[in-house]
T-cell receptor, first 113, second 116 residues
Framework: SQKIEQNSEALNIQEGKTATLTCNYTNYSPAYLQWYRQDPGRGPVFLLLIRENEKEKRKERLKVTFDTTLKQSLFHITASQPADSATYLC????????????FGRGTQLTVWP | NAGVMQNPRHLVRRRGQEARLRCSPM?????VYWYRQLPEEGLKFMVYLQKENIIDESGMPKERFSAEFPKEGPSILRIQQVVRGDSAAYFCASSPPAGGSYNEQFFGPGTRLTVL
């Protein structure tokens, strides 16, 4: 069956450290992968997109990697801040299901001072 | 430029009533997606629409649920004869016409439906 699994437990880290979130998938052939942030009571907000032929993407303190052999994406937040505390969602898009995104359940990140 | 707008933000219905959820996409966006989020679960795709067309409704239950995106006006997700299991947060997202399936999706704040 198809699965998208993110860090099963919530992630708690100290301010200034690097947070690393994982997204593993099974029985998908994604053309691209996106990461979103969701705060309580709000809709997801797009952060980064990486395509199947790309290994790494960066945006300010954010970095995402994509390994289609391991079927895994890693999402890094460097120099984390309490304001980074939120739930982070990974979402896959496939070439055969235009526009449709398949979401993981998310990882709840807490950055403490 | 206003973001994706959804209304109402909260909706309470009794079992058997109808729920109508509205979504106005961002200006210039012609693609609309509806997702449902149950407590402690991820977002589940329901339907993908373009103006006056349903592109993909494979995630939508066959009965009681329907969606439209008319030429004028917002997209509507309609749930007839609601049941308690329909209680969830319903999110709408939109994307611009260019760029194909690689577009980021811009999400609205969601409508939280509670069925009593």
């Amino acid at each position: 069956s198809q699965k998208i699994e993110q860090n099963s437990e919530a992630l708690n880290i100290q301010e200034g450290k690097t947070a690393t979130l994982t997204c593993n998938y099974t029985n998908y052939s994604p053309a691209y992968l996106q990461w979103y942030r969701q705060d309580p009571g709000r809709g997801p907000v797009f952060l980064l997109l990486i395509r199947e032929n790309e290994k790494e993407k960066r945006k300010e303190r954010l970095k995402v990697t994509f390994d289609t052999t391991l079927k895994q994406s890693l999402f890094h937040i460097t120099a984390s801040q309490p304001a980074d505390s939120a739930t982070y969602l990974c979402a896959l898009g496939t070439g055969s299901t235009l526009g449709r995104l398949y979401f993981g359940r998310g990882t709840q990140l807490t950055v403490w001072p | 430029n206003a973001g994706v707008m959804q209304n109402p933000r909260h909706l309470v219905r009794r079992r058997g009533q109808e729920a109508r959820l509205r979504c106005s996409p961002m200006k210039g966006h012609s693609h609309v997606y509806w997702y449902r989020q149950l407590p402690e679960e991820g977002l589940k795709f329901m339907v993908y629409l373009q103006k006056e067309n349903i592109i993909d409704e494979s995630g939508m239950p066959k009965e009681r649920f329907s969606a439209e995106f008319p030429k004028e006006g917002p997209s509507i997700l309609r749930i007839q004869q609601v049941v308690r299991g329909d209680s969830a947060a319903y999110f709408c997202a939109s994307s611009p016409p260019a760029g194909g399936s690689y577009n980021e999706q811009f999400f609205g704040p969601g409508t939280r439906l509670t069925v009593l």
